[in-house]
Each structure stands twice: as structure tokens, then as C-alpha cells.
T-cell receptor, first 113, second 114 residues
Framework: DPKIIQKPKYLVAVTGSEKILICEQY?????MYWYRQSAKKPLEFMFS???????DNQTASSRFQPQSSKKNHLDLQITALKPDDSATYFC????????????FGPGTRLTVL | AQSVTQPDARVTVSEGASLQLRCKYS??????LFWYVQYPRQGLQLLLK??????VVQGVNGFEAEFSKSNSSFHLRKASVHWSDWAVYFC????????????FGKGTSLVVHP
């Protein structure tokens, strides 16, 4: 059974629209993260959450907003989409935010036209 | 702050040959170190991890890595590469404790020839 679920697997959006990427983890972890991967940047850290609180934000744009409705959920809302936002977005989790190993979801591949 | 460098963007080996993927880190203390593997169109999977202790750590599928404080390195090795090892490998470093996330290298793409 998949331990980290990301939905949808593929997503196509038009420029200027808004999308929400879903992430749920069933590992009992207390920390969750979002990463972005594209041809330009191999693996780019975006956000970290611990116990549903934002711990670190390395995303310059406010168009990216994480949302944590439950401890094991961390969704990513992206507004005013741009073609440069096209990438694969990975959700990850770890037991705590003490630097231990992370577990990654399968990713959502976003294409913005 | 910690950092990690993977000096080889791409490594090509023949099936059955031995493998070493290089990773150098920068941190004044003893960090946590990780190797992750990413197969095509999949997420990253943990291959092995180093927490302070035995410098040689064993991972899945015959992979191992050796921590060297003197060289600030954590190279990944495998005695005999299989075609299924064709993937991208990421080295990561983090600071034990506190609210720190791992810092990832840019990855090394491993190509396996028959």
C-alpha cells in the first residue's frame, strides 16, 4: 500500500488559473515537505511543516500556499499559474524535523500551457 | 549551513562493473548523510543513511557507502552494477537535531551499458 499519496498524478492547467495539489501520508510522521523538480533545478525545497505549523519557506512567491487541514495532509495551492511553474511537485515526510530521513511521494507532474 | 556536492553529473558503467558515485559535504560537525535513488518518473527512495557510528553503511540492493570525516565525503559503492540500477542518485546532508531539513545535491545520473 502506498504510504504517501499524491493526487493527481498528472495535471494540465492554463496560464492564470489556480490548482491544488493533494498530499496525504500514512506513515504517522509529524513533519511534511514540498519539493519541486524541473529540468532547470534538479530538486528544489519549497516548504516544511511540523505538527501542522510552517517551519521553513524557501519559496519566493506568495502564489504558492501550503494548506494543512490534518496532521497527515499537506496540500499545495498554486494561484495565477505560469508556464515556468511546470514541474513535478513532490511531497515528502519525516518522523520529525530533526534532519532524519525523508520519504517521498510519487509526485504530481504539472504542465502549465 | 551545510552543503553537498556531487561532482559527477553523469556516470556510465558496464553491467557487472563496480561503481562509485561521489559525494562531498560541507559541515563543521558530524552530519546525517543519505543517498536516495530516483527511477524514471518516480519519487525519490531512500537507499541508505548514515547516522554517527560505523562509517560503512549498508543499503538495499547491494549498495553501501562510506563516511569519511577527514575527506568530508560519503561515496556510494556497488560491487557489481545491474541494468536495473539505471537511475538518478542524490546525496543529501542534514544537521542532527533541531529544525533542519536535508540539503540535496544536484544528482548523478547513472547509465548502465549491457
Amino acid at each position: 500500500d502506498p504510504k504517501i499519496i499524491q493526487k493527481p498524478k498528472y495535471l494540465v492547467a492554463v496560464t492564470g488559473s489556480e490548482k491544488i495539489l493533494i498530499c496525504e501520508q500514512y506513515l504517522g510522521h509529524n513533519a511534511m515537505y514540498w519539493y519541486r523538480q524541473s529540468a532547470k533545478k534538479p530538486l528544489e525545497f519549497m516548504f516544511s511543516y511540523s505538527y501542522q505549523k510552517l517551519m521553513d519557506n524557501q519559496t519566493a512567491s506568495s502564489r504558492f500556499q501550503p494548506q494543512s487541514s490534518k496532521k497527515n495532509h499537506l496540500d499545495l495551492q498554486i494561484t495565477a499559474l505560469k508556464p515556468d511553474d511546470s514541474a513535478t511537485y513532490f511531497c515528502a515526510s519525516s518522523q520529525e524535523t530533526g534532519g532524519e530521513e525523508q520519504y517521498f511521494g510519487p509526485g504530481t507532474r504539472l504542465t502549465v500551457l | 549551513a551545510q552543503s553537498v556536492t556531487q561532482p559527477d553529473a553523469r556516470v556510465t558503467v558496464s553491467e557487472g562493473a563496480s561503481l562509485q558515485l561521489r559525494c562531498k559535504y560541507s559541515y563543521f560537525g558530524t552530519p546525517y548523510l543519505f543517498w536516495y535513488v530516483q527511477y524514471p518518473r518516480q519519487g525519490l527512495q531512500l537507499l541508505l543513511k548514515y547516522y554517527p557510528g560505523d562509517p560503512v553503511v549498508q543499503g538495499v540492493n547491494g549498495f553501501e557507502a562510506e563516511f569519511s570525516k577527514s575527506n568530508s565525503s560519503f561515496h556510494l559503492r556497488k560491487a557489481s552494477v545491474h541494468w536495473s540500477d539505471w537511475a538518478v542518485y542524490f546525496c543529501a546532508v542534514s544537521i542532527p537535531g533541531g529544525n533542519y531539513k536535508p540539503t540535496f545535491g544536484k544528482g548523478t545520473s547513472l547509465v548502465v551499458h549491457p
